[in-house]
């Protein structure tokens, strides 16, 4: 069993995907216990994988026991293991806070919807376990199909936004298809490992470098990096909201994994850094992702587009992070994955319950919220903390290995867009707390003023929400133990 | 003068494959019809399925497939020596195969979305979308 | 310097963090009140306990856990520590007993809410004195900066949003913008963030690298009321007035000048100070400080905006001693932290008994109050006594080592500035005091019944006002412990 585990993986969801679409026709009720089920096995699977890597070190699962080059190989070392562990756990609370949306806002599309979500799901966990550079870009698509999908299901403007995202996305993933095929023209194979291997004596050749910067383009289309960020803003916004609490946390942080293991497996960081000269002009691009996102998020009175511009520029922090060049830089960048997944988990999830209970996202719709919510708004408050940067949560501790970063190599204009960032994210999140603390004003001292009655989303979905909150404290005290023993091997030595 | 056409002439394929590409995204960017847009994607998919199959062509081959494998010319084993060269690369036709499903998804995805619009909107016309949706 | 490790730092820090769901979830308010003075009586005691082993040398080490590779949350139990943590846990079971007559007699919403986010504020308070190393101060720091605010907005109308806006833009705002980068630029120079005797930015930067990390430090810190990063501090007077006594004369205000102080020694280094000249800058700061918030004083009508500016001034004498130099001027300014906090929430209590027993906020209003309110109108005299520096003030004794500090370091200027800025103080207090007592009966705008605030709020202050006094005749042990952090 444990050696299956890599295809345990990929192939629980699956199937459970398929028994869903039956089960579907025969008794709704039956999809969420089975998707339970299926996403359950992954998130076991996952943690026992890391568990394995960090007694092992690399696992290799060659697919149907072919060998590669010619076979697909799926190639678990210290990044992916913890990408795996974070993707299938917030998938999973994330589908056990929203059983009662998904059957509040879909009563008769229960089947398809929980289809798709584990499909999806399946996609990404793929993307990450891979070692083979088409299967990847075949699990991007599905990943990629099914979101559109998923997306596709909100109100009014949702179908609209998502054919956007479509476009968007499918030049994206067309784009790294590309990138691969000049990789495999030059290489011969499509096997990560193996092309590594063989590129080095290819280093000055220009097809390899338009390999690269086409590969890089097609990922930052697909992970919204200014100024290819157009499509995220809409697309999530009008999703409903376990589709948005899904794919808000997951999708982009798993593009970043897939940069950064292009980066450091494929075309090696020797190349990267030493051979080709781009680190400064995207370091840069990075910056003004952060201004521009946090500046935009300002603008907005709707409380999941304010989030969705958050989003964007915590992305400009981890491309950032990863093309600083050095190893405190790339230890941000991968702790920020782990990170910025649970709190864009955390945040997405309070937006999926105050629509539950107000039926609104605006921020007209958040008045008094803290005394008819309390405990949503307390965890609103702790991701508030964590996207600001305040200690002890685990936000404060990616950005003081990105801000140490910057530093040390000398990029002070990285390290100011960040502490302006956490200086609009502290005017952004306040804005929302101030209005649900104070609003309606109470008169005078508030003294005859009665209490308004709790009216608290129901406790299916409070609890992982408060699990997840209360993990962003316990991830940040852990962050040293998540460095040293996972993050350290997971970036190659040549680093500095 | 002489060298650049024997350049152009010698990566005739890619040449191709590029204008293709860029007659697609120019539908997707230009076009207002949502159609058109789609139809933009699909010649720009294509383009680079095209390229693909293009990578795996050599001069004077012949498709994939061993003819008379299991006739009398095979040794006991049943294996045939064969000259690569003889065969067109047959690994970017599979990859590709697996593209085109995938293109062809996306289309019905899009389709699918194109008809949501519609019967959202009533028209099929960017412009007319974006107005409506500002006056609301 | 002999270390030894205790938990008992940790168990200071942690006390009013456990009683925090016990107060929640408490059904009677006098158990809840109850609750609060165990766990007040609980924190000083243990505070106290430690007393004996820092008289002796000894510091106390903790650490509870290794957040970072490099910097672990650590507390270290020192002589400046230990005064800072004696003065905010004394006062805050004092402080609890005058909010129960406060919070009552006005009958106040949410109270829960308020003692818990009182306890977690003190147990913040402590973290920071306690500190061992940058990142447990900046940690607590935040921690303190959160947990007052809704201490801060408690009246949760539209005056308390704009205020909690200032509060927070000044203050988180501060201390991202500044005081974060700072940390990290010097982890990065010098590999470390422990606070040592030396300081440990010696010998890693340049002088303006130094200069500029200095300034960065004290701006960032902004808890400390620096000007031009002032205007926080009377806006936050909307608070609850006990509230303004403990956080903002004795807790979240020293909570910045201790960081600020901490930084100057431990990271810095007297010598590193010294021979880069960088002393002054911070001396002409502060002494900018001193002299302006004295002078805004003046101006003030309301009585909490009034001492709130007083408070500034007061802050920067601290600093102002530190960045002398001298030991007699550090002394002095770290005295100064002991016996300001007496003398200044004496006065925020009197502020309060009045604004209970009569309603009045301006000062304009009180005159003749004298005679309606005498115990409560003389204990604001001893307390004004004690922050102008006279005796029988405690006040006295930090001032006079400043005015000996300044001497010492051959720094006219700061002299000029101390003793005119005492001038000023002895200005804006005294003619509130006189007319208090000293009226017409036509000015009189009481009649001269005797109507004290309720027990609660009047007991509270008389007992800080006699713990001024008592500081000027037995300024041990502060006085011991300011001098053991010189050596």
């Not at chain 3, 609060?36 to 609980?42: D, G, L, N, S, Y």
Request: charged share 10%; glycine share 8%; with cysteine.
């Amino acid at each position: 069993m444990n050696q299956q585990l890599p295809a345990i993986l990929i192939i629980a969801p699956l199937l459970s995907a398929l028994i869903i679409n039956i089960s579907g026709w025969v008794n709704k009720k039956l999809c969420f216990p089975i998707a339970v089920a299926g996403l359950g096995l992954a998130s076991w699977a996952s943690v026992n994988l890391l568990l394995r890597v960090l007694d092992e070190g690399v696992v290799l699962y060659r697919l149907g026991g072919w060998d590669p080059p010619m076979g697909i190989a799926y190639y678990v070392d210290h990044l992916n293991g913890l990408v795996l562990t974070v993707v299938s756990i917030v998938a999973l609370l994330n589908l056990i806070a929203n059983k009662k949306t998904i059957e509040q806002d879909f009563p008769e599309k229960t089947g398809p919807f929980y289809t798709l979500y584990v499909l999806m799901v399946t996609g990404l966990l793929g993307i990450v376990a891979t070692g083979d550079a088409f299967n990847l870009y075949v699990l991007l698509e599905i990943a990629a199909l099914t979101g559109y999908g998923l997306l596709a299901m909100g109100e009014d403007r949702a179908p609209l936004a998502t054919l956007n995202y479509l476009y968007m996305g499918t030049i994206g993933a067309c784009f790294y298809l590309l990138g691969v095929g000049y990789l495999y023209i030059v290489t011969g194979s499509l096997n990560m490992v193996d092309i590594a291997g063989i590129l080095p004596a290819l280093y000055q050749s220009k097809a390899v470098l338009a390999a690269f910067m086409i590969c890089m383009i097609g990922v930052w289309l697909k992970m919204a990096f200014f100024p290819l960020h157009a499509w995220l803003p809409n697309a999530y916004t009008y999703a409903p909201s376990a589709a948005s609490s899904l794919i808000a946390p997951l999708v982009t942080k798993v593009m970043i994994y897939v940069m950064i293991r292009l980066i450091l497996t494929v075309f090696t960081p020797e190349y990267v850094f030493s051979t080709l000269t781009v680190s400064e002009p995207i370091v840069w691009l990075a910056t003004i992702a952060i201004v521009m996102g946090s500046i935009f998020a300002l603008s907005e009175r709707n409380l999941k587009k304010m989030l969705t511009y958050v989003i964007i520029a915590e992305v400009g922090y981890m491309v950032g992070g990863a093309w600083l060049g050095n190893r405190t830089g790339m230890t941000g960048a991968i702790l920020h994955i782990v990170n910025d997944s649970l709190m864009t988990l955390c945040v997405f999830l309070v937006a999926g319950n105050i629509v539950y209970k107000v039926k609104g996202y605006a921020f007209k719709d958040l008045k008094g919220l803290f005394r008819t919510m309390p405990f949503t708004m307390g965890a609103f408050v702790i991701g508030a903390l964590s996207i600001i940067g305040v200690p002890p949560t685990c936000g404060f501790f990616s950005k003081w290995y990105l801000i140490s970063g910057a530093i040390q190599a000398g990029h002070y204009g990285f390290m100011v867009a960040l502490l302006f960032s956490s200086l609009v994210n502290v005017v952004l999140f306040f804005r929302v707390i101030e209005i649900a603390y104070y609003e309606p004003f109470a008169e005078g001292h508030g003294h005859n003023v009665l209490p308004e009655p709790m009216a608290e989303a129901p406790l299916m979905m409070l609890v992982p929400l408060l699990i997840v909150a209360a993990s962003l404290i316990v991830v940040g005290v852990y962050t040293g133990d998540i460095v040293n023993y996972i993050i350290q091997f997971a970036i190659p030595k040549e680093i500095v | 003068m002489p060298d650049i056409i024997s350049i152009i002439a010698a990566k005739y394929n890619y040449w191709m494959f590029i204008i293709l590409m860029m007659i697609g995204l120019y539908a997707m960017i230009a076009k207002n019809n949502l159609v058109k847009k789609v139809v933009g994607m699909s010649i720009f998919q294509t383009a680079i399925i095209l390229f693909y199959v293009s990578i795996g062509a050599k001069k004077g081959a012949t498709i994939p497939i061993l003819e008379h494998a299991h006739s009398e010319h095979a040794n006991a084993a049943g294996s045939h020596i064969i000259q690569s060269a003889d065969y067109v690369n047959p690994l970017p036709h599979v990859l590709m195969l697996t593209a085109i499903v995938v293109c062809v998804a996306t289309l019905g995805v899009a389709f699918a979305l194109l008809i949501r619009v519609y019967k959202r909107y009533h028209t099929l016309e960017e412009d007319e979308i974006l107005a409506q949706i500002r006056e609301k | 310097m002999e270390t030894i490790t205790s938990i008992k730092p940790f168990l200071a820090v942690l006390i009013s963090l456990a009683v925090t769901p016990v107060l929640v979830s408490s059904r009677a308010p006098n158990v809840r009140e109850a609750w609060t003075f165990v766990a007040a009586a609980a924190k000083f005691l243990i505070v106290l306990s430690m007393l004996p082993t820092i008289l002796q040398g000894t510091e106390i080490v903790y650490t509870v856990a290794e957040f970072l590779p490099g910097a672990a949350i650590k507390f270290r139990v020192d002589a400046l520590g230990m005064l800072f943590a004696l003065v905010s846990s004394f006062l805050w079971i004092i402080t609890s007993a005058y909010s129960i007559g406060y919070m009552r007699g006005l009958k106040e919403h949410s109270q829960t809410r308020y003692f818990c986010f009182f306890a977690l504020a003190l147990s913040a308070t402590i973290g920071v004195a306690f500190s061992a190393n940058l990142l447990t101060l900046y940690l607590f720091y935040e921690l303190l900066s959160l947990s007052t605010y809704p201490l801060v907005t408690h009246h949760q109308d539209k005056e308390a949003r704009s205020s909690g806006r200032k509060y927070l833009l000044y203050i988180v705002g501060g201390s991202i913008a500044f005081a974060l980068p700072a940390m990290l630029i010097s982890y990065n120079l010098a590999g470390t963030l422990e606070f040592s005797k030396y300081g440990f930015l010696a010998g890693t930067g340049s002088r303006t690298i130094m200069a500029v990390l200095l300034l960065m430090f004290i701006f960032g810190f902004t808890k400390s009321a620096i000007m031009p990063f002032h205007s926080w501090l009377p806006a936050a007077m909307v608070a609850p007035t006990p509230v303004s006594a403990l956080l903002h004369a004795v807790a979240v205000v020293k909570v910045g000048v201790f960081s600020i102080v901490r930084v100057l020694i431990g990271v810095f280094g007297v010598n590193l100070l010294l021979d880069l000249h960088l002393g002054t800058i911070v001396c002409y700061i502060a002494a900018f400080t001193v002299i302006t918030a004295s002078l805004m004083a003046l101006s003030q009508d309301g009585l909490k905006r009034r001492l709130a500016f007083s408070t500034i001034g007061q802050l920067s004498y601290i600093i102002l001693g530190v960045a002398l130099l001298s030991p007699k001027g550090m002394i002095g300014g770290m005295t100064h932290i002991a016996m300001h906090a007496f003398g200044k929430v004496t006065l925020f209590f009197c502020a309060g008994a009045i604004f209970v027993a009569t309603g009045k906020k301006n000062i304009s209003e009180m005159v003749g109050i004298g005679k309606r309110m005498p115990v409560t109108m003389t204990a604001f005299f001893i307390g004004s006594l004690s922050v102008i520096g006279l005796p029988p003030g405690g006040g006295f004794i930090s001032k006079w080592y400043l005015v000996l500090g300044t001497l010492q370091a051959d720094n006219w200027p700061m002299l000029v500035v101390l003793l005119g800025s005492s001038l000023l103080n002895a200005a804006y207090f005294l003619p509130i005091v006189y007319r208090a007592f000293f009226c017409t009966p036509e000015e009189n705008m009481f009649d001269n019944r005797v109507e004290e605030a309720p027990i609660w709020c009047v007991v509270p202050l008389v007992l800080t006002s006699l713990g001024s006094i008592g500081l000027f005749f037995y300024p041990q042990p502060f006085l011991r412990l300011a001098g053991m952090m010189i050596n």
